[in-house]
């Protein structure tokens, strides 16, 4: 009788330390399971500044124009007389604008931009990048600018036309 006295008190501590266990596991379970956003509200990713240009080819270009929700189209060419002529552009559904001065409202927005100068040179280079880590959209200059545009036959528009 006297050794099922020491085997009730260590089935006793048994059950404790296996009760301590379970309520220890459970606990880190639930703990990993709320800082892992299981259970908590799922919010959009953050937006991330765009770091890098790069340079797209007409086709791209147009494939942007006709899928992206917001862009603008930038012609930096170095006269205006060339944008005067005739620039990027499909009447009123979408056209080249010259470089603003203030570019304010291309910084911190999520507008796609594409640049382009006569050539795809240093002009559209340059301009692409001023807006390095100060915009969310995507930076694009067009290679072969305004010249590869007007040859692969996409739409060009003259000042008045609409």
Known sequence: MGEEQPNKKERMIQIILITVLIIISASAVIGLTYTSGVFSEQ?????????????????????????????????????????????????????????????????????????????????AITYCERFINLTYGKICYLQGGFNTWKNEGFPTIRPGEH
């Open 43 to 123: 919010l959009p990713p953050e937006p991330v500044l765009t770091q890098s240009y790069e340079s797209i080819s007409a086709v791209s270009a147009y494939d942007i124009i006709n899928t992206s929700e917001e862009f603008v189209i930038v012609d930096v060419r170095p006269c205006s007389c060339n944008y005067n002529t005739e620039h990027i552009g499909d009447g009123e559904i979408f056209e080249a604008v010259l470089p603003p001065e203030d570019n304010a409202n291309l910084i911190n927005s999520t507008i796609d931009i594409i640049v382009y100068d006569a050539d795809g040179g240093s002009d």
